[in-house]
């Protein structure tokens, strides 16, 4: 991802929790408003998806699932996002993103809207596997769901 | 398609045949040669194909297979068109596309290269179901093999 100046076209480290509890601090935190959705998806993970993240709009391509994968980043126009978002009519989501520094790591808590309201769900995404490792989750994380599919964004969507 | 002035995200019309015999006036025709390659294709024939034709970039989707199916296009800029190209590997082909002009239609006469060298395929797009229905295909043409997965070009990129 590009948020933390890492190269677009990189190999993701990530770990995913259900959240039992929000933070205090949750209420300073940067938010955005997310709405993504499909063009297309493979059975083993490999997928298309388009998002416009407040008002930036992106394409993004995945490939692997769980713990580490392959993911390649374009921005979009405004104009091409038009273009696209019809075809992910019926694979869709909507959440609201919290983004939370938190010791050395940024935790990403996605709060679901829509069919799934009720889902709330931390990503934390490390520098490198020994970091990875490492990580002490926070009391307020519930069970960790690295890799269900289950939980996956594409599954959610067309859910 | 946005060749013929139609408008992009449109339902495309068009048969597939393969060639017997290549006419002599495909010497005189415009060509392009077309490098793509598939980012993600579900088994019902949804994917999202990019393309370089000559010197120009696209991202397309399609949904469905066979005589008609829904498709939306973008242009890519080059900086874009090169971040997604690496995710194609393994899922890509080339070939040397011929338009010709031919009484109310235009066929596209495709030569593959690489792997695919020797086949040749020719399709025709038409404005509406009563000229498909009606076209006479031109000596030269071999076998129909419209909807046929065997020379679905998501099946010859990853063969």
């Not at 590009?2 to 480290?13: M, P, V």
């Not at 770990?15 to 998806?41: C, D, H, M, N, T």
């Not at 002490?136 to 599919?149: A, D, H, M």
Request: hydrophobic share 35%; with cysteine; net charge positive.
């Amino acid at each position: 991802m590009q948020r933390n100046g890492r190269t677009l076209g990189s190999r993701e480290i990530e770990r995913k929790f259900l959240v039992k509890s929000l933070p205090e601090k949750l209420k300073r935190s940067r938010r955005y408003l997310i709405a993504q959705g499909y063009l297309a998806s493979e059975p083993g993970g490999r997928h298309v998806r388009i998002r416009k993240k407040g008002k930036t709009a992106s394409l993004t391509f995945k490939v692997g699932r769980g713990g580490a994968r392959e993911e390649r980043e374009i921005k979009l126009s405004a104009k091409q996002f038009a273009m696209l978002w019809p075809a992910t009519t019926g694979r869709r989501l909507r959440k609201l993103r919290h983004e939370l520094p938190w010791k050395n790591v940024l935790i990403e808590i996605d709060i679901y809207r829509g069919k799934h309201a009720g889902l709330v769900v931390a990503e934390v995404e490390f520098p490198d596997r020994a970091t990875c490792r490492k990580f002490k989750p926070p009391s307020w994380f519930g069970r960790e769901v690295t890799g269900e599919k289950r939980y996956s964004n594409v599954r959610l969507a067309n859910e």
